[in-house]
């Protein structure tokens, strides 16, 4: 017999595919379910509902990006930021793709205001505090290029877009 963690990551693991195909709101727990040859009681004993189920995916991006911001200090190596968020970005392009289909997705742990101060965040990281407007707009050339890439070419193996896309990244930085 499955432990309930299993059946739970299971859940995950379908729902999270369905989401990116179909989107979150076009996704009913009754597809889940009948995917997994569940019954939708067995679903609610894990998730009281969708919107706990979207949340319980979105939150391991939040928690990567909350430790990868809070664990760089200034001053640190540029392409290794760059190379670093690459991979996190891309363990994550499901979720990334999650959001970009659907932009709701945006409200579940308050995620669009988390991923603004993430990405000032790690502007500053990357280029300190007191920028300019050019400086600014190459920023969010480089880090939205990688997260684009990550959503764009996904279905790519990433050792054919990681070099590409870091290397353009720190090129729109000026390193």
Not at 5 to 16: F, G, H, L, N
Not at 98 to 107: G, I, N, Q, T, Y
Not at 143 to 166: F, I, Q, W
């Amino acid at each position: 017999m499955a432990r309930p963690s299993d059946t739970r990551a299971r859940i995950q693991a379908v729902a999270r595919e369905l989401f990116v195909r179909q989107g979150v709101q076009n996704t009913s727990l009754r597809q889940i379910s009948d995917r997994l040859g569940i019954t939708k009681p067995a679903l609610y004993y894990h998730f009281s509902s969708r919107d706990d189920l979207v949340r319980s995916i979105v939150q391991p991006l939040v928690d990567d990006m909350e430790r990868f911001v809070a664990g760089r200090q200034p001053g640190g190596d540029p392409r290794e930021l760059l190379d670093d968020y690459f991979d996190m970005i891309w363990r994550h392009r499901e979720v990334i793709v999650m959001v970009v289909r659907e932009l709701s997705v945006l409200s579940y742990l308050d995620l669009g205001k988390r991923m603004i101060e993430w990405r000032q965040r790690l502007v500053a990281l990357l280029l300190g505090d007191d920028l300019t407007t050019t400086q600014r707009i190459r920023a969010t050339i480089a880090l939205g290029g990688l997260a684009d890439c990550s959503v764009e070419y996904a279905h790519l193996p990433v050792e054919e877009v990681k070099p590409t896309a870091v290397e353009v990244a720190a090129a729109a930085l000026g390193f």
